[in-house]
Every structure is written in C-alpha cells, then in structure tokens.
C-alpha cells in the first residue's frame, strides 16, 4: 500500500485547531508513515499554532460573513472562489486518502472541493449546535462525528457517529504531575489555585468580573491564575503580582497570562476552574475533573455554549452562572463553592462521569473506515 496522506482543516480558535492537531497525532502513531498537510484562513492562529505542534499548513484567503452590512462581505465571494480554486490545486498536488474538517473558515470551502472531487471526507463538530459550515458540508461528508447527542436535526442520522471531542492525550494523566505544576507556574505550594479561563482569544465579561472581583477572590484564600486571553493582556497584565508589588518569597497572588501552553500542568495546579463554555473546553473539563463554573457567552450562535454547559449542569457536573447574572450572584456561588468540601467532591465525580476519553481514537476508526 503507498503512503497514506491526510489533509486536516481547523480554525479560527483553539476550539477548532486542537481537535485538528489532536487527530493528526493519533493518527500519526496508527500510521507512522503517513503524510499530513494542514489547511488554514491566512491571518489566523492556527498559521502559527499547527507548526508549533509539527505540521504544515498552507493558508486560504477566507473569512466568514460579518452580521452587519461591511466591506468585508462585499469581497466574500471573490475569496470564497479564490479559496475553492486555491483548495482545489492543493487537493490535486498532494492527493490526499482522506479529508478531515473540524469547523472554522477555511474548512468550508477545503470539504466542498473534496466532496466534488469525490475524496471521502469526514467531519468532526464539537458543539450541541453545529456552525453554518458543517451544516452545509454535511449533506455531501461521508461521516459526521459529534460530540452532543440530538444533533439528526441537523445532520443527516445514518452519517452521525457519536463519538465525544479529541482532548489533548495529556489531560488523561495529570494528577501525578501537580508539584511538577506549582513549581512549573511559581505557585504556592500552601494556598488553594483558582484557574480562570477565557478562551485562547479571551472572554472580555470573565475578564471584568475577574478584576473587579480579584480582592474578594483573595480574601478567600486562593491564588488566581488568570488566563486573559491575547485580545485583553495589554489591559490585564498591570494585575499581575510580579507588576503590581515585589512577588512573595514563596511565590505570587495572581499571575496574569495571554495563553497557556502547558495546558495539562495547569489543569493540575488548579483546585476550581472558572471557564467559558466552548465545546473543546468543556470536553476537557470533563477529562479534567475538578470543580468547575462555568460563565458561558451569550455571543454565539443559538446559544450553543449555554447548551454545552447545561449538558454538564443538568447532571450535577458543573454550576452555570450567566453572564447577565454575574454582578449579583457570583460572590455568594464562589463562597459556597469553597467553602463546601461535598459539594467540590460532588462536582468532580460527576462530571468526571461524562468524560469520553477515547473520543479521539474512536474518531480516528472512523477515518481509517474511509481509506481506500
């Protein structure tokens, strides 16, 4: 048999991106040999991100359409058909078995030229609420593997294969590492962590709360990682201990970041977790098992992370608080949160239950039903 050669679409956010890379890797160990090229929006973060994790990519010139009248969509068919000729010369150049789309600009127009060039292609949707473009692809993708049950409504049944979220292969072992964290992050060793998490771009509202609230968070006893998000540091970082006092002998109160690379050594450093709802994150947290809260955005299609959130919520995983509620009932949450062993303890159990640690594996079989 030759090479085996996979082309793999993602991006825009991590929540796309990761599962891209996660899946590669997997099916690097299945198929040492194979051959893999990444496809992204130009501009974007998974231009940088894909290298750093080892592949290539190439950029198409895309973007989404804008709600609002702008000039952006104006020029968006004339990208949308530079990107499906530009998709098309690089599916002819590099031939691939397979192509593999996980949300995001540039998997739209890349599955479209698959699926005309009768190449089979496999889509992977994070959400409970598929986005535009996989509810277009889906009519011609040979597989759709999802991660939220009740998705026929949207996704022809006899394609859907429920197969949870590709988590990094990290998160599965990260109690062992919690001192290695600490010192990693310059944590101390004595005092209570609480994560909070705003998305690889950030959560502006998370952000707010977050600094408005930071002294009643120290008065509770806990040291805050903050991940800002790289849309808000220049904004945040001023709270960072190491800028705002001489850091403690031990180690520093708050620690201010954009992004976090070691994602499985914070997670465990971490005792509560304060996170958006995204599809890719709420997969983890599962995976991850500590006490979460989650501040869903209420600035996404249909909704879709207040339903992600509410598929913990409902079965005692999870505290939801919304956005619009935040100002009068977060204090009192976090207080009874932390001051509350059983209900901590209750947390993490149940929604270490609704983990899927095998999602990326089995979405892999999947892929390889698909070889021919």
């Given at each position: 048999m030759s090479k085996l050669?996979?082309?793999?679409?993602?991006?825009?956010?991590?929540?796309?991106?990761?599962?891209a890379i996660a899946i590669a890797n997997e099916l690097k160990l299945r198929f040492p040999d194979a051959e893999f090229l990444f496809v992204g929006a130009k501009d974007k973060m998974e231009m940088q991100k894909v290298p750093q994790a080892g592949y290539k990519i190439k950029g198409l010139w895309i973007a989404g359409l804008q709600r609002k009248f702008t000039l952006q969509n104006l020029m968006f068919p004339f990208k949308l058909?530079?990107?499906?000729?530009?998709?098309?010369k690089i599916i002819k150049a590099f031939k691939p078995n397979v192509v593999i789309g996980t949300g995001g600009f540039a998997s739209g127009p890349l599955l479209q030229m698959a699926n005309m060039l009768k190449i089979p292609t496999?889509?992977?949707e994070q959400n409970s609420y598929p986005g535009i473009t996989n509810k277009l692809l889906s009519k011609k993708a040979n597989t759709i593997c999802v991660a939220y049950e009740n998705l026929e409504r949207?996704?022809?049944?006899?394609?859907?294969?429920?197969?949870?979220?590709?988590?990094?292969?990290?998160?599965?072992?990260?109690?062992?590492?919690?001192?290695?964290?600490?010192k990693?992050?310059?944590?101390?060793?004595?005092?209570?962590?609480?994560?909070?998490l705003g998305g690889s771009l950030g959560a502006r509202r998370v952000n707010q709360l977050i600094a408005k609230e930071l002294d009643?968070?120290?008065?509770?006893?806990?040291?805050?990682?903050?991940?800002?998000?790289?849309?808000?540091?220049e904004d945040y970082k001023k709270y960072n201990s190491k800028n705002a006092q001489p850091a403690t002998r031990n180690s520093q109160l708050v620690t201010v970041v954009s992004f976090i690379d070691r994602m499985d050594l914070v997670f465990a450093a971490a005792d509560f977790i304060i996170s958006r709802a995204g599809a890719s994150s709420v997969s983890e947290l599962c995976l991850v098992g500590k006490p979460v809260i989650f501040i869903p955005s209420p600035n996404v299609a249909e909704d879709h992370q207040t339903k992600?959130?509410?598929?913990?919520?409902?079965?005692?995983?999870?505290?939801?608080?919304?956005?619009?509620?935040?100002?009068?009932?977060?204090e009192p949450i976090f207080s009874n949160l932390i001051s509350n062993e059983n209900l901590q303890k209750e947390l993490s159990e149940n929604i270490k239950k609704l983990a899927k640690p095998n999602a990326t594996k089995d979405i892999v079989e999947e892929i390889v039903k698909l070889i021919k």
């Open positions: 050669k996979f082309i793999l679409s993602g991006g825009g956010t991590g929540g796309h991106i990761y599962p058909t530079s990107s499906l000729w530009v998709s098309r496999l889509i992977q949207f996704f022809p049944i006899d394609k859907i294969v429920l197969t949870g979220n590709p988590v990094r292969q990290d998160l599965l072992e990260i109690d062992s590492k919690r001192n290695e964290a600490l990693h992050f310059n944590l101390n060793p004595n005092k209570k962590t609480l994560l909070v009643f968070l120290l008065a509770t006893g806990v040291q805050v990682f903050w991940q800002c998000g790289k849309l808000y540091y992600n959130a509410m598929a913990i919520v409902d079965k005692n995983g999870a505290i939801l608080i919304k956005e619009s509620e935040l100002d009068s009932s977060f």
